[in-house]
């Protein structure tokens, strides 16, 4: 039922919903969303055809991660440009190495991508982290 409403462009984007999708990690969204003003970023939810309801997390017009819903957790999706230094400047940073073996290559190479899925307040920290490398990563 939760991935219905997820691809229905119907669906109310209300603080009933993301309760309903997140559930005991609602209280870790309300405190990831109201924390997002201290980094200067606002999410416009917005419904695409080929994924459903995507958030893109935006510090003035520049995309910082986009955002998704799933049942029981959410998650927040890094694009970078795959130079060397971004590489090593990511896998420097003091977060998970689950995060670090999970970055992926676009099929030209010229990007990378890095997800962070968050089911427990404490895993917001590694969030928190990758948001003000990418707002320095140009």
Request: net charge negative; aromatic share 14%; proline share 2%.
């Amino acid at each position: 039922m939760i991935e219905q409403l997820l691809k229905d462009p119907n669906t109310k984007l209300t603080d009933e919903f993301f309760a309903q999708v997140l559930g005991n990690n609602y209280k870790t969204w309300e405190t990831f969303s109201k924390s997002l003003s201290t980094y200067d970023i606002s999410i416009e939810w917005r419904y695409y055809k080929d994924g459903g309801w995507l958030g893109k997390a935006l510090n003035k017009k520049r995309t910082i991660f986009w955002g998704s819903l799933s049942d029981g957790f959410f998650s927040a999706s890094f694009n970078f440009s795959n130079k060397p230094e971004l590489v090593e400047g990511i896998e420097n940073l003091d977060i998970s190495d689950d995060i670090k073996n999970d970055i992926t290559a676009t099929p030209s190479g010229k990007y990378i991508g890095v997800t962070i899925n968050i089911s427990k307040e404490a895993e917001l920290l590694d969030l928190y982290k990758m948001i003000d490398f990418k707002k320095l990563a140009k």
